[in-house]
């Protein structure tokens, strides 16, 4: 009876300081994600809080921390730019309920069956597309639809940075605080005792203010101004097939990224580890609300969870009180996100994209597998000049079609003519698909040019799995080499009709 006061007197000591870790890095995080998603920077925040105070109670991974991710801002922003922000709680809520279903039909491990090149690819199309709609954002400038307009209109941005006072301004205090993001990691132990997002963004804030500097800043409200609760109409937005493909995006790319990112943190410590079909439960309840209030939706994130591990958290409790903070910041100190620069959140975002992409992997995965690093490249690339569903679509019809070619090996051996009968023996073993199919029809073919009496022994002992294109094809081939001369299937399997 009296262990378990000291245990939880314990773990409090641990969680508590942690959960100031992790609300110190969300905050500037929760706010940047929001503004670059085109909605009021407060639904990013109810979507923390609701991260949190809801997600965080329920179990899945107990260290893993839920909120507004950089790694669906693209998305979210297309869809408040196509369907009206209106919208975005009952697409939000549509894919909390997906997830529902998903995780109560214990779906939560095939997630675990994704590609990694595939999601790889995902988080650096989306990186991208993010860093290039931030660079506009940083130097308060706004930016065209579409990944490659955005490309394609830099040379332009910086044209009319390098014209503009105001803007030069901007950009300066966005790039300052990517550098402050980039440097941060070297300083001493002592100084990084501040998590470099918040470091960053007041050191911007304050620079800002101190030289009265003209540029754009957070705009803030109350957080019960910003919450919609969903209408009629908004429900009547399901009978559109535009949004119910979003939510359908938004519940499988914030569930894979949710699973992938607990499996990295399950790596990052020695506790408990997650429960897949669980987790996918606890963000599918958490996207519900967050719909309901017409708020971000979430996912697990990576940063704040291993900065929560890092911390010294050993329970859920750490997670939650993340989210008491940032209700009670909300809630006392609104106004202080008005003295916010939107360049630096920009800058934060910035840097937060080009983490999201795998550069000094792909090298390494070059080497290794060149299949899977072309499914990483073309994956992202087709997420800048496409979209990210179709993009994602893309990258694993790839990474099925490898799979296929990579498992239909087949060895071809013709051995040299029998000199007793002159029987020319050809020999297959592995697996006989319409992948090998090409291959297996040169090698028949070219038996033609032997003499027309010379039979010609085929064996397929060896064969482990023969599809029935394969199957229609050696019988084609020994029914046109009879005409003229002897040929002979051993061991051919019996493919169903």
Not at 76 to 91: F, K, P, R
Not at 346 to 351: E, I
Request: net charge positive; aromatic share 4%; with cysteine.
């Amino acid at each position: 009876m009296t262990r378990r006061p000291a245990l939880r007197l314990s773990t409090l000591r641990s969680d508590l300081p942690a959960s100031v870790v992790v609300f110190l890095v969300a905050l500037p995080l929760c706010v940047g994600v929001a503004v670059a998603s085109g909605v009021p920077a407060e639904l990013g925040l109810i979507t923390g809080i609701v991260g949190g105070l809801v997600t965080g109670l329920m179990p899945g991974s107990s260290l893993q921390v839920s909120g507004p991710a950089a790694g669906l801002t693209v998305l979210v922003l297309a869809a408040v730019q196509e369907h009206g922000l209106a919208a975005l709680g009952v697409i939000t809520a549509t894919a909390g309920l997906l997830q529902l279903a998903m995780g109560a039909a214990r779906l939560g491990r095939l997630f675990r069956a994704i590609s990694v090149s595939v999601v790889q690819g995902m988080l650096a199309g989306i990186g991208l597309v993010l860093i290039a709609g931030q660079l506009y954002s940083l130097a308060d400038a706004k930016g065209p639809a579409g990944g490659i307009a955005k490309l394609a209109g830099l040379p332009g941005l910086a044209l009319d940075v390098a014209r503009s006072p105001q803007a030069l301004a901007a950009a300066a205090i966005g790039a300052g605080t990517v550098a402050v993001l980039v440097l941060w990691p070297r300083l001493p132990a002592r100084a990084r005792l501040v998590p470099a997002p918040l470091a960053a963004v007041a050191l911007a804030t304050a620079v800002t203010a101190l030289l009265d500097l003209s540029v754009a800043r957070v705009r803030v409200a109350g957080l019960l101004d910003v919450v919609h609760l969903p209408t009629g109409s908004d429900l009547a937005a399901l009978g559109s097939a535009g949004v119910l493909g979003t939510a359908l995006a938004f519940a499988l790319i914030a569930s894979a990224e949710s699973l992938f990112s607990a499996a990295a943190v399950d790596r990052l410590h020695e506790g408990p580890r997650t429960d897949y079909d669980r987790e996918l439960l606890a963000q599918g309840v958490g996207n519900t609300v967050c719909g309901f209030l017409g708020a971000l939706p979430m996912t697990a994130v990576i940063v704040r969870s291993a900065a929560n591990v890092q911390a010294g958290a050993r329970t859920k409790a750490s997670r939650v009180l993340h989210g008491v903070w940032l209700l009670l910041f909300a809630a006392l100190f609104p106004a202080a996100l008005s003295a916010i620069p939107l360049a630096a959140l920009a800058g934060v975002l910035v840097h937060a994209g080009a983490k999201l992409v795998p550069l000094r992997a792909l090298r390494p995965l070059w080497r290794a597998d060149r299949g899977e690093a072309a499914i990483l490249t073309v994956t992202a690339v087709a997420i800048v000049v496409t979209n990210l569903l179709e993009g994602v679509l893309l990258g694993l019809l790839l990474a099925v079609l490898k799979s296929a070619w990579d498992t239909s090996h087949l060895t071809i051996a013709v051995a040299d003519p029998d000199p007793a009968d002159g029987t020319v023996r050809v020999t297959l073993i592995g697996n006989a698909t319409f992948l090998r199919l090409p291959r297996l029809l040169e090698t028949l073919e070219s038996l033609a040019e032997l003499p027309a009496d010379r039979p010609v022994r085929l064996d397929l002992s060896g064969v482990r799995h023969l599809d029935h294109a394969c199957h229609s094809a050696l019988e084609q081939w020994q029914e046109r080499h009879n005409r003229s001369g002897s040929a002979e299937l051993v061991g051919l399997p019996v493919v169903a009709a």
